[in-house]
């Protein structure tokens, strides 16, 4: 156990027991350091006094300074040995150089380190941001010639194209000019930048340091902002880029996204907006010109600014872009003196980029709906643009209408002379190539930018008695029902008409009934009279007034076609009137009489379709206004397949033409005699004179033209379709007034110069047909309960010699007189088809004396279940859709 004893320590007591050292001098202190560790009495203590704080202590306790010449004690060693020690004054401030180095060495090892964990941190986007992938759109007339530039940019005109599309010129002048060592550059140009920092700071030329790559990172990925953040973003995103990317996709996004002025942004774009010609077609002086714009197109655009300094800047810069391309080795020197010699290229003055004013508006807004109606393109894929648009529009032909409405305005329309009369005037014209249903022309308002409704495609405006002849047609094609049959017939029992042989009653105010024979009465249990223009009685005084279908659309008489349909079945000629080309959207639901006098609201694009059926002899073709689209990458694009149907035999058709060039030649149409070649057409007139149509076509072209009067601000509540009796000067607007000689003025112009053609030969149809009361041998009087009155009984149906004696231009304001005395049943309908308006899609068709106003009510106002305002355009599918 004693062996595991510790040992007391021994040199404590040897220590105490030695006398302790006396105080000595600095000397001593030196050479004590020197010393053996027994001077000190033991080992322990040998190293305890050799260290420092000893020392110190010790030599503090003494009154020893430690040092010669009085320095003072050095200090505890320090990582960073500042303040310096050891040293006095100033030099104890000041760092060391080994402090210099480190500190400058250890501030760019942590750059790098910053620099290579930004660099990992970022990567190129994978796509673009939607303001440079977002593009306008192009559209080109039909013969290839540029329409308008548009799209959801507002001002901004983007248009991109391949590498392979720009010139190698411009390439060369681009990359001579901004970056030189574009080709073999890492994506970024220290030199350059500091080069640039260097020159604004001196107050040097302005220019820029970023490279071409750095460029286009900023403009495809990053917004403008002058931060760091957005800087050094741009820096990591560019080195990142120029290590990735193909050399060759970097130019080509630089050089389409890269602003030029103007509104133009890329190369595409600047060289339309300053040459008038896509970029591939341009020269090296024009490139070089492009090329200028790039450090700041308002300084070097000629009609901008000062011009005359732009100019000046603007030729300098030139002459410098091609003496670089020399320097570089891009252009030979003799070729850039000799381009120099011949001077600056011809800048085109600066036109508006997004061009939608006057008729180009409507032409874009209707090319646009095809393609969405049609599921070609979404309005997604239109707003972000990059799309050319070939379109089926005839330049010639569309100012040619054009023109032709200014004409006719600025000669009868004065809203100063008549301010309650010629006020809120409107046309709507379209016209259509028979042949194939392709839309040529049209008239949508005013000025797109201020008038915004398309009055060709959805104005919603009743068409009057040019809806007659989808009526004729069905009596030839469908036929009229057999009076002891049922209300639904087979083809068998039914009988086709002649329009020659075919006899109706044409007495103004003639009560109108069922197939059957029976009076036709609405829910209501009113009874009908229909009118005529005018309030006349049409046909042979001697015979019952009985007159041909031929002669009653010559003189556009009501009465009969109003019964012809209700022989027919409404449903029936509603069927024929779709089948000709209009949209059952488009088409008054009522089956009240009214419905074969127009009460519909077809477009006029949909009314030059329907006729140009009849022009191609039965045959109906798809509309379109779309022949091309390609996309951003030159793809093209597939479109809807058209089709050509037989709705109508040729007989029907060209029967239906031949009864129309009557209408021309000696009926309410002759003002278009004057194009001097065949004519097929009908004039339309609504209730009330809010409307007036004339639609006529030749072999190759179907034109329709309509007006009316409605206030074209939509933020008026209640609008409503105002009559025309006294506009323009005019007593009454008949579709044979303005809107025939429209109608004359445009196609004599569209059809210059191109061969005369004769219509088809009308073969017979059909046979003898006879309206209630129209037969040669007296029909006897169905009973009915109660009886109705006697129609004998009635003075308005007696025969006359002379007109009716109420006013010719309006109809009463009071149910007439005429009717049976006490009869509350007995109404007059308004004459020529309804008004209505809208937004219940212009139904109506009583005049406000009564009548069945288009429906099964009574009262003016139309029947709000009818007709659909919005009477767009929608090719192929049909469609009513809204965008």
């Not at 040199?11 to 020197?34: H, I, L, V």
């Not at 007034?545 to 349909?565: D, F, T």
């Amino acid at each position: 156990m004693s062996g595991n004893r510790r040992k007391p320590p021994q040199g404590r007591g040897r220590r105490a027991a030695q006398p302790q050292p006396q105080p000595s001098s600095g000397r001593r202190g030196a050479e004590s350091r020197g010393a053996s560790p027994s001077a000190y009495g033991s080992r322990a203590e040998a190293r305890k006094a050799t260290q420092g704080g000893g020392r110190r202590r010790a030599a503090t306790a003494h009154g020893q300074t430690g040092r010669r010449g009085g320095e003072p004690a050095p200090e505890h060693k320090r990582f960073i040995n500042y303040p310096r020690s050891g040293k006095r004054g100033v030099r104890r401030w000041l760092p060391s150089w080994k402090l210099v180095t480190g500190s400058c060495l250890s501030f760019i090892g942590l750059l790098i380190v910053a620099f290579a964990i930004g660099l990992w941190m970022v990567e190129v986007p994978n796509q673009a941001k939607a303001e440079a992938r977002s593009q306008t759109n192009v559209y080109y007339w039909a013969n290839g010639d540029r329409l308008a530039v548009a799209g959801a940019e507002g001002e901004k005109n983007r248009q991109n194209v391949s590498l392979d599309q720009m010139p190698t010129a411009l390439q060369d002048a681009v990359i001579a000019s901004e970056n030189s060592s574009f080709w073999d550059d890492s994506g970024v140009d220290p030199m350059g930048i500091a080069r640039a920092g260097f020159n604004m700071a001196t107050g040097g030329d302005t220019q820029g340091g970023s490279t071409i790559t750095q460029q286009f990172v900023k403009n495809n990925y990053l917004s403008q902002d002058q931060t760091v953040k957005r800087k050094m973003t741009e820096l990591f995103i560019s080195i990142k880029a120029g290590a990735t990317m193909d050399k060759q996709d970097i130019l080509e996004g630089y050089l389409n996204t890269a602003y030029f002025g103007r509104g133009a942004f890329g190369v595409q774009a600047a060289s339309q907006a300053y040459f008038g010609k896509d970029v591939h077609k341009i020269n090296a002086s024009e490139s070089a010109y492009l090329t200028t714009l790039l450090n700041g197109a308002a300084l070097y655009d000629p009609y901008e600014g000062d011009r005359k300094a732009n100019e000046a800047r603007s030729l300098k810069k030139w002459r410098s872009v091609l003496h670089r391309e020399a320097e570089v080795g891009k252009m030979s020197r003799s070729k850039a003196n000799e381009i120099i010699k011949k001077g600056p290229p011809t800048v085109k003055p600066p036109k508006k980029a997004m061009d939608k004013r006057g008729q180009k508006g409507y032409l874009i807004d209707l090319a646009n709906r095809y393609l969405v109606n049609n599921n070609v393109l979404s309005r997604e894929q239109l707003n972000r643009g990059g799309f050319q648009i070939t379109t089926t529009f005839d330049k010639k032909k569309t100012f040619a209408m054009r023109d032709s409405v200014n004409d006719v305005y600025k000669k009868n329309i004065d809203p100063k002379k008549r301010p309650n009369l010629d006020t809120h005037v409107q046309f709507g014209g379209a016209s259509v190539n028979p042949n194939d249903g392709k839309i040529v022309a049209l008239y949508g308002g005013e000025d797109f930018v201020k008038h915004f409704t398309n009055n060709a495609d959805d104005a919603g405006v009743p068409v009057g008695s040019t809806f007659k002849p989808f009526v004729l047609a069905s009596a030839m094609r469908d036929g009229v029902r057999d009076r002891s049959g049922g209300e639904t017939q087979s083809a068998d029992e039914r009988s086709l008409v002649n329009p020659d042989s075919s006899y109706y009653d044409g007495r103004n105010k003639l009560l109108i009934r069922n197939y059957n024979g029976t009076i036709w009465k609405n829910r209501e249990g009113k009874f009908w009279r229909q009118t005529n223009d005018g309030h006349e009685d049409y046909g042979d005084p001697a015979n019952n007034y009985r007159i041909n279908l031929r002669e009653a659309m010559v003189k556009s008489v009501n009465s009969p076609y109003v019964q012809l349909g209700m022989d027919i079945g409404i449903p029936t000629v509603r069927k024929a009137a779709e089948d000709a080309g209009l949209l059952n959207s488009s088409l008054n639901k009522s089956n009240s009489p009214s419905f074969s006098l127009g009460t519909s609201t077809p477009s006029a694009i949909r009314m030059a379709g329907a006729y140009g059926t009849f022009a191609a002899q039965g045959e109906r073709n798809d509309l379109y206004s779309v022949t091309k689209v390609i996309d951003q990458d030159g793809k093209k694009l597939t479109l809807p397949d058209r089709h050509r149907e037989n709705k109508f035999s040729p007989q029907v058709a060209n029967n239906v033409t031949d009864v129309l060039t009557d209408v021309v030649d000696r009926g309410t149409g002759t003002v278009a005699k004057g194009l001097g070649r065949p004519v097929a057409g009908k004039t339309g007139t609504t209730d009330g004179n809010k409307s007036a149509w004339f639609v006529g076509y030749t072999p190759q072209l179907s034109t329709a033209v309509g007006m009316w009067r409605l206030n074209d601000d939509a933020k008026v509540k209640n609008r409503k379709f105002l009559e025309m009796f006294g506009t323009g000067g005019q007593e009454k607007i008949h579709g044979a007034s303005f809107p025939a000689t429209i109608w004359t003025s445009y196609m004599r112009e569209a059809l210059e110069g191109t061969k005369i053609r004769q219509f088809p030969d009308a073969q017979p149809i059909g046979d003898k047909v006879f309206g209630p009361g129209a037969s040669p041998k007296p029909t006897p009087t169905e009973p009915s309960t109660p009886p109705p009155p006697k129609e004998t009984e009635d003075p308005s149906d007696k025969p006359s010699d002379k007109p009716s004696e109420s006013p010719p231009d309006k109809p009463s304001d009071s149910p007439s007189d005429d009717c049976p005395p006490l009869d509350p049943k007995c109404h007059d309908e308004g004459q020529d088809g309804g008004s209505g308006e809208p937004p219940n899609g212009g139904n109506g068709n009583g005049g406000p004396g009564g009548g069945d106003p288009g429906g099964d009510t009574e009262g003016p106002g139309g029947d709000p279940g009818g007709g659909d305002p919005g009477n767009i355009f929608a090719g192929q599918t049909g469609g009513n859709r809204r965008d």
